[in-house]
């Protein structure tokens, strides 16, 4: 481990945030993440959060490991072993709990409920809702295009959109939405290869039904208590697809994470 008094702690565990731990892991640095209780993430099968839902209580990304643990006393010290603990701490823990050098908010909640400069020495926040200079010292964008994972040291990332990326012409009818407030419950899986119109599962008792022909690249846990119009799945309209590596964008944005790490670094020293 190249930089092991440089522990960094991420808020949040989906895929996003998992690329990020990659990119931090493999460049040698002590990976911790905090979670909900019941994570929202989709594409499970390349989440770190996906420790907290499995009952064996591991998960393995790209040869990454990421362990469920229950006490904030234990992170720093599992962390140090190479593997990313990954313990259920919705409020960002205290720095004599949890001493770290970075913290980076990657829930994608585009608004900013509660992440501050004083957070750390160096804040980075990922996406839309966030300012560096006021909020965090780095935002990196997490928009699709020209400027993906571009580090900014001043100033918001673009705007949400509020419209999915477009995959092979498909935009909207590529996200599963909750048709109803309940706990989610499925029949097919993820890596599945469905059909239009054909049943998914259920919210409650709603049927969540594929819009287009495609692989499921996502669903969120079973039993996930959810409100309506959360996103609970995504389904990928090409035909070869992998769902157990980390996406381009994942590892573009933990690129831009690494980078402003690395600069902060070189900068204090």
Not at 16 to 38: D, I, S
Not at 103 to 111: C, E, G, H, S, Y
């Amino acid at each position: 481990m190249l930089f092991p008094d440089h522990l960094c702690l991420l808020r949040g565990g989906g895929d996003l945030a998992t690329g990020t731990a990659l990119r931090l892991h493999r460049a040698g640095f002590p990976v911790v993440v905090c979670e909900l209780e019941h994570p929202l993430t989709v594409r499970r099968t390349v989440a770190v959060s996906t420790a907290l839902t499995d009952s064996s209580g591991v998960t393995t990304v790209e040869g990454m490991t990421a362990r469920r643990v229950d006490r904030l006393e234990e992170l720093a010290t599992e962390a140090a072993t190479g593997a990313v603990p990954v313990i259920i701490c919705p409020d960002l823990p205290p720095p004599d709990v949890v001493p770290r050098s970075v913290v980076i908010d990657a829930r994608l909640l585009k608004r900013n409920p509660d992440t501050s400069l004083d957070d750390a020495p160096l804040v980075v926040a990922l996406g839309p809702g966030y300012s560096a200079g006021r909020d965090c010292h780095v935002v990196v964008e997490t928009l699709r295009g020209p400027d993906l994972g571009r580090v900014i040291l001043d100033g918001p990332a673009a705007a949400d959109t509020g419209t999915p990326g477009e995959v092979s012409g498909r935009v909207a009818e590529r996200v599963l939405r909750s048709p109803v407030d309940g706990k989610a419950r499925w029949i097919r899986q993820i890596g599945d290869r469905v059909s239009t119109g054909e049943l998914l599962g259920y919210v409650g008792s709603a049927p969540v039904l594929a819009a287009l022909d495609g692989v499921v690249r996502g669903l969120v846990s079973e039993g996930t208590p959810l409100v309506a119009n959360t996103k609970v799945g995504d389904i990928d309209p090409r035909c070869e697809v992998s769902v157990d590596r980390v996406s381009d964008k994942a590892l573009a944005v933990g690129g831009g994470v690494l980078e402003a790490v690395l600069a902060w670094i070189d900068r204090s020293t």
